[in-house]
C-alpha cells in the first residue's frame, strides 16, 4: 500500500491546541441538535419608509426563510422583494464579523481583527483625548438611517449614541433630514406643523376628483407598505391620474396616467406659473383665500411680477421647464375645474437647488384652490406622521435645548458635512471636528460630492463606524464595530410614511458571528467613558420603557403588540389633514403666527437672526424669501456651466436597495445593471447604442454605467439611480457609478435642502474617451 | 486483513497533527510563536508536488523576517481572505461555496452538524463561527484521527474501520467538494503576502492525498 505519510511521527505542532469542538454528553447534544422549526413575525428597520410584517421561519437556529405575512386586512402590507431576499443580506459571507482595526493608510480597506475590549478601549481613549484637547464638538457624530422607523435600535437622532455624547458633553451633529428637508422646512413655515400630519390619509384619494402625482413614481418606490394599494384603488375607480416627472417611470403604466415630462430642479416654476393661471383667470378659490391664507397679496405680486418685473406666465415656466404653457394652462384649469383634487407631492422635486421653494409652491397652489382640509384634496407630503413623535428620547433630550434635535453641542447641515469638516470654524462652520463616529451611514454614497467626503475623512485625527458591511465609508474608518441586523434583536417598529398600524420585531436570531447591536456598543463603550449606569435596563425593560413614552401606546399596548406582531388601529373614516382648522378656524387656529396658511411665512420674517441659537443650521434662513419663489442657479440648463455639461442628472432610489443598503447582495445584484437612462436624441448625438458603456462626467468627476437608450427620458436628462456604492479605479474613475461623485454640495439650500436632482453632466461613449 | 497496526496509529497520530496544524491556521491569525513554532516543524510527506511545495513553504518561514510589522501584514491577510473584507476573499465556510443560496448557515452546515453530533462532538459556544468553518472541518478530522488511534489500541477493529470510513465519507461528501475552490480562492485572493497562497497549495494537495489514502486503505481492508 502506497503510504505519503513518514514512518516515524515528528512533532508538527508544539503550541496550545485549542479545540472548537468538544465532546459533549448524549444529553447536551440532543439538545443542540434538535432542529425545532418556529415562525415569528418581524419587519426590517432598514432606512425605507415601509415596514412590512414578514413571517420568518427559523431552524436550527437559523432564519430558512422570510414570507410576507398577510392578516388579510386592508391594505395588504405585502412585503418586497429586499425582505423576502433579508436573509441574504443577513447570511452575507462578507458581513462584518469581529471588531477590526486599520492596517496601513486610512481608506486603503486593509484591517485586521482587534478584540471588542481591545476596539473599545482605544475608541474611548480617542473620544477622551479629543474631547479634552479640542472640546467635545470636535467630535461628530455622523449617525443616520442604518436603523430606524423603530424605538430602541435606531441609529440616528435618539439613539444610543445620540444619547451617550449628549451625557459626554455634546458633539456636532446634523441639523437637516437628507430626502425630507424641503417638505419639513415647507410645511413648518406655512402650516406651522413639523410633526408631520400635513397631509389626508391614502385611504381618501378615491374622494379625489383628480389625482397629480407630482415627481412621486409611487410604482417604483412605494414610500409605504400599503400606499400602492390606494393607487390602484383610485385607478380602478376611473379618478385621472396626472403624472409629472421627467421620466415615463413605471407608475405611468401601472396608474395609467397621463404623463407630463418636465425638466428636472424646475418644478417650482411650473407651479408658480400654475397660480397665474388661477389668478389671471380668476379661477382660485377666494373666499378660502380670504379666511384661511396670509400672504395672497404678496405672492400675487410677485407671479404677476408687480415686484420684480417678470410676470410669472405659462410662456416664462415653458422656457424654464419643458412644458409647454399650453399644457401648463390646461393642467391648472383642470385642477382647479376638479375639486376635490389631490396634489400628491413627492420629495424628489424638493431634493434640488431650493427644493423647499417647490413644496411652498405646491402647498401655495392648493391653498389657492382650496383643496387643503377637505375630503379628496391634500395638505403636503413632510408625511412622517409616527417617526417623529414615536421617539420620546429627542422629545426629552429637546426640552432644555436650543439646537433642532435637542441636546448638546452644534448642528451641521447634512448636504455640507464635508465642508463643515475641512473648513472648520474659520470657514463659518460651527465646530473644528477632529473625530467621526460613523453609525449606520455610508456618508460617502448618500451625499453629495464623495471626493470631498473622502478628503473629510482623511483630514480627521479617527473613525470609528459601526457597520453590517465594509461599505465606502466603513473603509475609511481606524476602527469598525460590527453591528447586527434588524433579525437579531427585538424592537418596536413602525412605517416612517403612512400607515396605521406597529410590528413588533421579534428577534429571530442569535447576534451572528461576534457582532452586536449599537446600543450593546454604545452601553460598554460608555462604561469605558466611566458612565457605569448608562444603561442598565435589558432590552426588554427598555423597550417597555420607551413604548410606554412613544404615541404609540394610544393605539396599542406592549403586550397585545408583542403577542399579535402586528396591530393596526383603523379610524371609520379617512383622517383628513387641517381638517379642525378649516372647519372651525376661529377654535382651531393654524399654529403659524397670522394663525393662517401662510404663503407670506411670517415665522421666517420675525426670526431674529442675532439672537443667540445654538443651531448652525438656521443662521442661513435670512437668505429664504418670505414667499415661495423660483430661484435659478448655476446648475440648470439655462446657466452658463450647460454650455459645457448640457445634461441634467436625475437620481432616483432604486427598488433594489434601500439606498446604499442591500448593493452588496448579489441575489438582488443579478437582477438589474446599474444604468443610466438617455434619450435617443441625446445618445445619438454623442454616438451612444443601447447598452454601451458610458461614462457620466463634470468638473467633480466621472462615473461608469451602461446605457439604457430609451424614449421613457425626456431629451436632455439623464437619470441614474443612486445608492451604488464608490468604487475608484486608478484614475479615479468611480466604476462603482456612484452618481453622488457627480453632485455639488455647495448647492445645498439655504434651508439645508440637498440637491441630489440639481446636477449638470456630460457623457461620452466609454471606449472614446481618452485615457 | 487486520489494519490495527503499529503503523496506522503512528500515521493517524501524524495525520492528526497535520489537521490540527491546517485547521489552527484557519482558527486565528499567525502569531509570533506559531511561527517559531512552524519554523521548526518536521513537515515530511512523500509526494514529489508536496516535498516541493513544503519545502517552499519553509524556504519562506525561514527567510521572512517576522517582527510586528510583518505579524500585522499576516493578520491584515488573514481578515482579507477569510473575514471576508478583501476585493477577493476566500470566505472558509463550506455553505458559501456549496448551497443553493451561496450564503452562510444552509443545508450544508446543517448536515456538517448532524455528522459532528453523530461522533459525538459540538460546538463550543464561546466560538464564534458556525461548524461549516474550514477550521471546525479539519479539526474534525483530527477529532476521528484521534478517536482511531485510541480505537487501535483498544484493538476493536470493527469501530476502527467505522471511523476511517466516516473519515472517508466526510472528505468525499464535504471538504473534497469544496476546499479545492476554497483553495484556489486564496490563491488567487492572495496579492500582498504569499504565505496563505503557499498553505493553499499546500492543503489542497494534502487533502487528496489524504482521501487517496484511506480510500487504499479502505479498499485493502474490504
Same mark, same amino acid.
Given at each position: ?80 422583494? !429586499? ?22 493608510? %486610512?481608506?486603503?480597506? %486593509? ?121 390602484? $384603488? ?161 422629545? =426629552? ?36 471636528? =477632529? ?11 448618500? %451625499? ?21 458591511? $465594509? ?44 457582532? =452586536?447591536?449599537? $446600543?450593546?456598543?454604545?452601553?460598554? $463603550? ?32 406592549? %403586550?397585545?403588540?408583542? !403577542? ?31 394663525? =393662517? ?5 411670517? !415665522? ?168 | ?222
Amino acid at each position: 500500500m502506497m503510504n505519503i505519510f513518514p514512518q516515524t511521527t515528528p512533532t508538527l505542532f508544539t503550541g496550545e491546541k485549542q479545540w472548537w469542538l468538544s465532546e459533549e454528553p448524549a444529553e447536551n447534544l440532543r439538545r443542540k441538535s434538535s432542529s425545532v422549526e418556529k415562525s415569528v413575525i418581524t419587519t426590517c428597520t432598514i432606512d425605507c419608509g415601509g415596514r412590512c410584517p414578514l413571517l420568518v421561519t427559523v431552524k436550527d437556529g437559523a432564519i430558512t426563510k422570510i414570507s410576507s405575512f398577510n392578516d388579510g386586512e386592508v391594505p395588504p402590507l405585502n412585503a418586497c422583494i !429586499r425582505g423576502i431576499y433579508h436573509h441574504y443580506k443577513v447570511y452575507a459571507p462578507d458581513r462584518l464579523k469581529y471588531p477590526l482595526i486599520r492596517v496601513g493608510e %486610512r481608506g486603503e480597506g %486593509r484591517f485586521r481583527r482587534i478584540s471588542w475590549d481591545k476596539a473599545l478601549d482605544i475608541v474611548a481613549r480617542e473620544m477622551k483625548r479629543i474631547k479634552e484637547t479640542y472640546g467635545p464638538e470636535a467630535i461628530f457624530e455622523c449617525a443616520y438611517n442604518g436603523g430606524n422607523g423603530c424605538i430602541l435600535h435606531l441609529t440616528d437622532w435618539g439613539g444610543a449614541l445620540y444619547r451617550l455624547l449628549n451625557l459626554f458633553g455634546g458633539c456636532t451633529r446634523f441639523g437637516t433630514f437628507t430626502s425630507e428637508e424641503g417638505a419639513k422646512w415647507a410645511s413648518t413655515f406655512t402650516y406651522g406643523i413639523s410633526d408631520g400630519r400635513d397631509s389626508n390619509s391614502w385611504a381618501d384619494l378615491v374622494n379625489s376628483k383628480l389625482i397629480i402625482l407630482w415627481g412621486r413614481n409611487v410604482a417604483e418606490a412605494r414610500h409605504g407598505s400599503g400606499s400602492l394599494y390606494w393607487f390602484k $384603488l383610485a385607478r380602478d375607480m376611473g379618478i385621472k391620474i396626472i403624472y409629472i416627472d421627467p421620466c415615463c417611470t413605471d407608475t405611468v403604466n401601472l396608474l395609467k396616467a397621463e404623463w407630463i415630462p418636465i425638466r428636472p430642479s424646475t418644478d417650482t416654476a411650473m407651479l408658480i406659473a400654475m397660480a397665474y393661471v388661477l389668478i389671471t383667470k380668476k379661477m382660485y378659490d377666494e373666499k378660502f383665500v380670504n379666511r384661511y391664507v396670509f400672504g395672497f397679496d404678496q405672492y400675487c405680486d410677485y407671479v404677476l411680477g408687480t415686484t420684480d418685473g417678470t410676470p410669472k406666465t405659462p410662456q416664462w415656466a415653458e422656457e424654464i421647464t419643458g412644458v409647454s404653457a399650453k399644457t401648463i394652462v390646461r393642467l391648472s384649469e383642470e385642477y382647479a375645474r376638479n375639486k376635490p383634487a389631490a396634489l400628491i407631492q413627492g420629495w424628489s422635486p424638493g431634493r434640488t437647488a431650493s427644493g423647499e421653494q417647490y413644496h411652498r409652491a405646491a402647498i401655495a397652489l392648493q391653498a389657492m384652490s382650496g383643496n387643503i382640509g377637505i375630503s379628496g384634496g391634500s395638505g403636503s407630503c413632510d408625511g412622517l406622521e409616527l417617526i417623529g413623535v414615536a421617539n420620546p428620547i429627542v422629545k =426629552k433630550w429637546k426640552a432644555n435645548s436650543l439646537l433642532r434635535f435637542g441636546g448638546i453641542g452644534v448642528e451641521i447641515k447634512n448636504g455640507t458635512w464635508a465642508e463643515a469638516v475641512l473648513r472648520g470654524k474659520e470657514g463659518g462652520y460651527p465646530s473644528n471636528i =477632529k473625530m467621526i463616529y460613523v453609525v449606520g451611514h455610508d456618508i460617502l454614497t448618500q %451625499r453629495q460630492n464623495t471626493k470631498k467626503g473622502i478628503d473629510a475623512f482623511k483630514k480627521v485625527e479617527f473613525v470609528v463606524c459601526h457597520e453590517q458591511f $465594509l461599505t465606502p465609508t466603513a473603509r475609511y474608518a481606524d476602527i469598525i464595530l460590527p453591528a447586527n441586523t434588524n433579525f437579531e434583536r427585538n424592537d418596536i417598529a413602525f412605517p416612517w410614511v403612512k400607515g396605521d398600524y406597529a410590528i413588533f420585531v421579534h428577534k429571530a436570531i442569535d447576534s451572528l458571528w461576534d457582532s =452586536k447591536s449599537d $446600543l450593546e456598543i454604545v452601553n460598554v $463603550l460608555a462604561k469605558k467613558l466611566g458612565f457605569s449606569d448608562f444603561e442598565t435596563k435589558s432590552e426588554e425593560e427598555l423597550l417597555k420603557e420607551f413604548f410606554e413614552e412613544s404615541i404609540l401606546k394610544e393605539h396599542v399596548t406592549y %403586550r397585545e403588540l408583542k !403577542r399579535r406582531g402586528l396591530i393596526r388601529w383603523k379610524s371609520s373614516k379617512p383622517r383628513i389633514a387641517f381638517e379642525k382648522q378649516i372647519a372651525d378656524p376661529n377654535s382651531y387656529p393654524f399654529p403659524t403666527p397670522s394663525g =393662517k396658511i401662510e404663503i407670506f411665512s411670517q !415665522r421666517l420674517k420675525q426670526m431674529d437672526f442675532n439672537s443667540g441659537h445654538y443651531s448652525g443650521v438656521t443662521p442661513d434662513y435670512r437668505y429664504i424669501p418670505f414667499i415661495p419663489k423660483f430661484m435659478s442657479c448655476e446648475e440648470l440648463p439655462n446657466a452658463p456651466r450647460a454650455k459645457k455639461y448640457s445634461l441634467q442628472l436625475i437620481t432616483p432610489h432604486s427598488r433594489y436597495r434601500a439606498h446604499s443598503q442591500f448593493y452588496n447582495i448579489p441575489k438582488l445584484k443579478q437582477l438589474y445593471e446599474h444604468t443610466a437612462w438617455i434619450h435617443p436624441n441625446d445618445a445619438k448625438n454623442r454616438g451612444i447604442r443601447q447598452g454601451d458603456n458610458i461614462r457620466i462626467y463634470n468638473d467633480q468627476g466621472a462615473i461608469i454605467v451602461q446605457a439604457e437608450v430609451t424614449e421613457r427620458i425626456m431629451p436632455g436628462v439623464v437619470r441614474c439611480y443612486e445608492g451604488t456604492w464608490h468604487d475608484p479605479d486608478e484614475q479615479g474613475i468611480d466604476r462603482g457609478g456612484c452618481v453622488n461623485v457627480l453632485v455639488n454640495d455647495l448647492l445645498t439650500s439655504y434651508a439645508g435642502v440637498s440637491n441630489f436632482n440639481t446636477c449638470l453632466v456630460e457623457i461620452a461613449k466609454e471606449d472614446s474617451v481618452q485615457q | 486483513m487486520n489494519i490495527l497496526t503499529e503503523d496506522l496509529k503512528k500515521i493517524c497520530d501524524y495525520r492528526e497533527q497535520l489537521y490540527i496544524l491546517f485547521s489552527k491556521i484557519f482558527k486565528e491569525e499567525v502569531d509570533r510563536d506559531f511561527w517559531e513554532n512552524l519554523r521548526n516543524a518536521n513537515i515530511e510527506m512523500d509526494d514529489f508536488e508536496l516535498i516541493k511545495n513544503i519545502k517552499e513553504l519553509i524556504n519562506y518561514v525561514e527567510n521572512a523576517k517576522i517582527d510586528k510589522k510583518m505579524i500585522e501584514e499576516l493578520a491584515a491577510d488573514y481578515a482579507s481572505l477569510f473575514l471576508g473584507i478583501g476585493n477577493h476573499p476566500a470566505h472558509p465556510y463550506e455553505s458559501v461555496y456549496l448551497s443553493r443560496e451561496k450564503i452562510a448557515m444552509r443545508e450544508p452546515w446543517c448536515e456538517v452538524m448532524n455528522i459532528y453530533c453523530q461522533e459525538g462532538l459540538a460546538k463550543k459556544d464561546s466560538v464564534k463561527e458556525p461548524e461549516d468553518h474550514i477550521a471546525y472541518e479539519l479539526e474534525f478530522m483530527a477529532h476521528i484521527c484521534q478517536k482511531v488511534v485510541e480505537q487501535v489500541e483498544r484493538s476493536d477493529n470493527k469501530e476502527v474501520t467505522r471511523l476511517l470510513k466516516t473519515q472517508k465519507d466526510f472528505l468525499e461528501n464535504h471538504l473534497l467538494l469544496w476546499l479545492p475552490t476554497f483553495c484556489d480562492d486564496v490563491v488567487n485572493g492572495s496579492r500582498k503576502l504569499e504565505f496563505y497562497k503557499l498553505i493553499a497549495v499546500i492543503l489542497e494537495r494534502f487533502i487528496f492525498l489524504d482521501s487517496q489514502y484511506l480510500k487504499r486503505l479502505m479498499d485493502d481492508a474490504m
